[in-house]
């Protein structure tokens, strides 16, 4: 795999050196490759910026304390309220203190976050040391366009599709304590929002996919369920995963403009045809879906929607356990085996009629007959007939 090769703007290049970007392979080989980095840190960096129980109390703040108990000894409500608005405005430690330190290390393939707690200039020396590591022993670069320090309290780090800071808040008490204070959040990004929103948008403008004209309605709105499933699942751990709404009407804009230029109607129609509700933890959401049912089975559901922007705390990513692949029958087989004529209902010495292009159809003279109607209305070159309606479409010329 490593000598495959790849292709650019369908140009074919040779792999001289590394792994293809996008290679199945690629994750397995960055895990054996920088598993060298992870000793490297686990064994020199963390032990060397890692010292110190807690932090030191700081001192303004407990002289506050005692201030704001002995107004409130002696009835000075007015001093005590200040002085507690003072006290919630102050850290209940140290958060210069040189004898503590903190840095943890995570690694997914090939992206890497280092969280620090301590200052600017030790973070810059822990940059500087890695990429000497990174230069000598594995003989490789870091991204300088990729590889930021950044403030975790007033700027966002990237790190596989989220945006991760650390809360701060004077305002949000539970419990009589601060409790977001120095709480890791999670953010959906907003530049990620606006790119797969424009995935469906066409000069600012939900449009239509005319590529899934020719697909039955259950494929389309399943299509559109898989696409939106996938984007606000990852997210669920995100707390502003809220912002996703404007993705989900902007895409389910774009699948009513796509049933209805099917099937040359409107989007109020086809958002009634094919509303419904489905009950979810915390209470009944609105969908899109579409129920085919099949004797003695269980029915086919397509659905779109019915997922709550809420975050979940516990939210996995789950793979799917290895299954034997169904292969999807061709729609025309199935047309065939349902043995009937789409013109007249007859069951009975079924044939196919073709066509070499729908818009021969289209030039005909109007009133145009029934199974020029049909073919134009199923968007098919195709034909599933009886016998005598075969014989009548080709007397009709």
């Not at 895990?31 to 129980?53: A, K, Q, S």
């Not at 807690?54 to 309220?81: C, I, V």
């Not at 029958?329 to 009937?340: D, N, P, T, V």
Request: hydrophobic letters at 35%; proline letters at 5%.
């Amino acid at each position: 795999m490593l000598q495959a090769g790849y292709l650019e703007d369908w140009i074919f290049n040779a792999t001289l050196s590394g792994c293809p970007q996008g290679g199945v392979a690629s994750p397995i080989l960055s895990n054996i490759y920088l598993d060298r980095l992870d000793v490297f840190v686990e064994t020199v960096l963390i032990p060397e910026y890692t010292r110190g129980g807690s932090r030191k109390p700081n001192r303004e703040y407990h002289r506050t304390y005692y201030a704001m108990r002995r107004a409130r000894e002696r009835g000075d409500l007015a001093e005590f309220r200040a002085l507690r608005k003072r006290l919630r405005s102050l850290p209940s430690s140290d958060p210069r203190d040189p004898s503590y330190r903190r840095l943890r290390y995570i690694r997914y393939a090939d992206d890497i976050l280092f969280g620090f707690a301590g200052p600017k200039a030790e973070a810059e020396q822990i940059k500087a040391r890695l990429a000497q590591f990174l230069h000598e022993d594995l003989k490789l670069e870091l991204s300088p366009d990729k590889t930021l320090i950044t403030h975790a309290r007033t700027q966002a780090a990237r790190f596989l599709g989220y945006e991760i800071t650390v809360q701060h808040s004077t305002t949000k008490i539970t419990n009589r304590r601060r409790s977001v204070n120095g709480v890791i959040r999670l953010r959906v990004p907003i530049p990620v929002i606006n790119a797969y929103c424009t995935r469906y948008l066409d000069r600012g403008k939900p449009v239509h996919r005319s590529n899934l004209f020719a697909a039955p309605d259950r494929d389309i709105i399943r299509t559109y369920g898989a696409e939106y499933r996938g984007i606000v699942q990852y997210y669920l751990l995100a707390s502003d995963v809220f912002r996703l709404a404007r993705l989900r009407w902007v895409m389910e804009t774009s699948l009513l403009k796509t049933l209805a230029g099917k099937h040359r109607s409107t989007v109020a129609t086809m958002a009634r045809r094919y509303k419904a509700k489905v009950d979810t933890p915390v209470g009944p959401r609105t969908c899109l879906q579409v129920i085919t049912e099949r004797p003695g089975r269980k029915p086919l559901v397509a659905r779109f929607g019915g997922i709550p922007l809420r975050r979940q705390r516990t939210a996995l990513v789950i793979d799917k356990s290895m299954t034997r692949t169904v292969v999807r029958r061709k729609e025309l087989i199935s047309r065939l085996l349902a043995g009937r004529c789409e013109i007249c209902g007859e069951t009975d010495d079924i044939v196919v009629h073709h066509v070499r292009s729908l818009a021969d159809l289209t030039d005909r003279r109007q009133p145009h007959p029934a199974w020029v109607t049909v073919m134009v209305k199923k968007r098919r070159k195709t034909l599933v007939v009886c016998r005598d309606c075969h014989t009548a479409i080709h007397a009709s010329g």
